[in-house]
């Protein structure tokens, strides 16, 4: 059974420096808060941003361990760098209209619809590739709705709401591309 967390003795320089990397992003928060009044943590804001780190890390690992191929692996990448900043962002400052906006909710379906697609799939690059598919249109989708019935306005404008969403859109259409040419071949495996 593979370890889902590397210990010292056990694992490999990148993995190590992968999750040095987490640990890093989840202390910077606390490090500017050191400097500036403007960042303002609570314990909940750090349990959080734990959790969505942990949980991005732990699939990423996992992914990235499923196959050999560096497409594969880019792909896998890709896609969880994708989802973390949707769901940042998200939290942060909201993508239809503030942080607070309930209508925010909504991009839930995003994430819901792309792990049902993968777990159906048995994340085999195929799958993947389909998975990253339905994430664009779900995300194109709301996207749409939300520039029809003006959603978040006049905080968020539909130029807006088009870039916005189009640079998270633009994020799972190269995962696909990626996990397409996985399941093509197209790059070699790795020989390690």
Same mark, same amino acid.
């Given at each position: 059974?593979?370890?889902?967390?590397? !210990?010292?003795? *056990? $694992? *490999?320089?990148?993995?190590?420096?992968?999750?040095?990397?987490?640990?890093?992003?989840?202390?910077?928060?606390? #490090?500017?808060?050191?400097?500036? =009044?403007?960042?303002?943590?609570?314990?909940?804001?750090?349990?959080?941003?734990? &959790?969505?780190?942990?949980?991005?890390?732990?699939?990423?690992?996992?992914?990235?361990?499923?196959? $050999?191929?560096?497409?594969?692996?880019?792909?896998?990448?890709?896609?969880?760098?994708?989802?973390?900043?949707?769901?940042?962002?998200?939290?942060?400052?909201?993508?239809?209209?503030?942080?607070?906006?309930?209508? *925010?909710? #909504?991009?839930?379906?995003?994430?819901? &619809?792309?792990?049902?697609? &993968?777990?159906?799939?048995?994340?085999?690059?195929?799958?993947?590739?389909?998975?990253?598919?339905?994430?664009?249109? !779900?995300?194109?989708?709301?996207?749409?709705? =939300?520039?029809?019935?003006?959603?978040?306005?006049?905080?968020?404008?539909?130029?807006?709401?088009?870039?916005? *969403?189009?640079?998270? #859109?633009?994020?799972?259409?190269? &995962?696909? =591309?990626?996990?397409?040419? $996985?399941?093509?071949?197209?790059?070699? $495996?790795?020989?390690?």
């Amino acid at each position: 059974m593979p370890m889902l967390i590397p !210990t010292i003795k *056990n $694992a *490999n320089p990148i993995r190590l420096l992968a999750w040095g990397a987490a640990l890093l992003l989840w202390l910077l928060p606390a #490090i500017a808060m050191q400097f500036t =009044a403007e960042v303002n943590w609570t314990a909940l804001d750090f349990t959080v941003f734990a &959790a969505m780190i942990g949980s991005v890390g732990l699939a990423l690992d996992r992914l990235v361990h499923l196959s $050999a191929n560096a497409s594969f692996r880019l792909a896998s990448i890709a896609l969880m760098f994708t989802l973390f900043l949707l769901i940042w962002v998200n939290l942060a400052v909201g993508i239809i209209g503030g942080d607070s906006e309930p209508l *925010n909710l #909504i991009y839930a379906l995003v994430l819901v &619809a792309g792990v049902v697609m &993968a777990w159906a799939g048995r994340f085999t690059p195929n799958a993947m590739l389909k998975c990253c598919l339905i994430m664009a249109v !779900t995300q194109s989708v709301i996207t749409l709705v =939300a520039i029809i019935l003006g959603w978040g306005q006049p905080y968020s404008t539909p130029m807006m709401l088009f870039i916005g *969403n189009g640079i998270f #859109i633009l994020g799972f259409l190269t &995962a696909g =591309a990626l996990f397409y040419h $996985a399941a093509r071949g197209d790059f070699p $495996a790795k020989t390690d």
